[in-house]
């Protein structure tokens, strides 16, 4: 009786560790469930084409001028991601993207900015966005905005898209493309972060009707004297 009796109990203490472990383990890691968003249109009605005239819908044109000389004309879509077009045309009136790099730029992929920080980490004072994601293709020119894990974390940082990736589609909000000065783009300085990272010089409207910020030009070197020949320490 009492061998049994003290079998029993350590089989009755190993079932019970048994059954206390995985709730332990999902303390410490808990579940991962996908969040389901829904889209903002369906394919049927989708608007995939830009227009590509600037003049057409101004208040819509983002136009960044870059550091390398060049002017970028982006398309904002409403009927692709209301929020985060509003949330863009909000930041750029504050001036939020003037004077930031383009921290994250890998070569075939896409050119990232909108953090103040350069780091990839910051963001603006303003709250997370939630997802809008829809059905515009990830091809190239697209920009669309930068996130963390959690879909409903978008806040001031995007990115362009070099060339098409498909596999971003229905998993990151696409809220507009480039319509002009994508040989700019181009030329952004690749890094993570570059070692001379292109920088936004000014983010506006084209219905703000601002004229282009342009890079300053490099000063020029002393002018080489008479007297400073003649004064020179080499031989």
Request: proline fraction near 9%; charged fraction near 20%; charge should be negative.
């Amino acid at each position: 009786m009492t061998l049994r009796t003290a079998g029993s109990l350590v089989l009755a203490a190993a079932l019970s560790a048994l059954a206390v472990t995985p709730a332990l383990a999902q303390k410490e890691k808990p579940e991962v469930r996908p969040i389901e968003v829904e889209r903002v249109q369906s394919s049927q009605s989708f608007p995939y084409a830009v227009d590509p005239d600037q003049s057409h819908d101004p208040q819509n044109v983002l136009l960044l001028d870059l550091s390398n000389g060049g002017r970028v004309a982006i398309r904002l879509m409403p009927q692709w991601a209301p929020h985060h077009v509003e949330r863009i045309k909000e930041l750029v009136g504050q001036g939020f993207y003037n004077g930031i790099i383009f921290h994250r730029v890998i070569d075939g992929f896409m050119a990232q900015t909108g953090d103040p920080t350069g780091t990839g980490q910051g963001g603006s004072k303003l709250p997370d966005l939630a997802a809008e994601f829809n059905d515009a293709p990830h091809v190239r020119g697209t920009v669309s905005m930068a996130r963390t894990d959690d879909p409903n974390s978008a806040n001031s940082q995007f990115f362009i898209v070099f060339y098409p990736r498909m596999g971003l589609d229905h998993k990151y909000t696409a809220f507009g493309r480039v319509i002009a000065g994508m040989d700019t783009v181009d030329a952004i300085q690749r890094g993570e972060p570059p070692a001379n990272p292109t920088r936004i010089l000014q983010a506006s409207l084209a219905s703000d009707d601002k004229p282009q910020a342009l890079p300053a030009a490099p000063a020029a070197a002393p002018a080489i004297t008479t007297d400073m020949l003649r004064n020179s320490k080499s031989n």
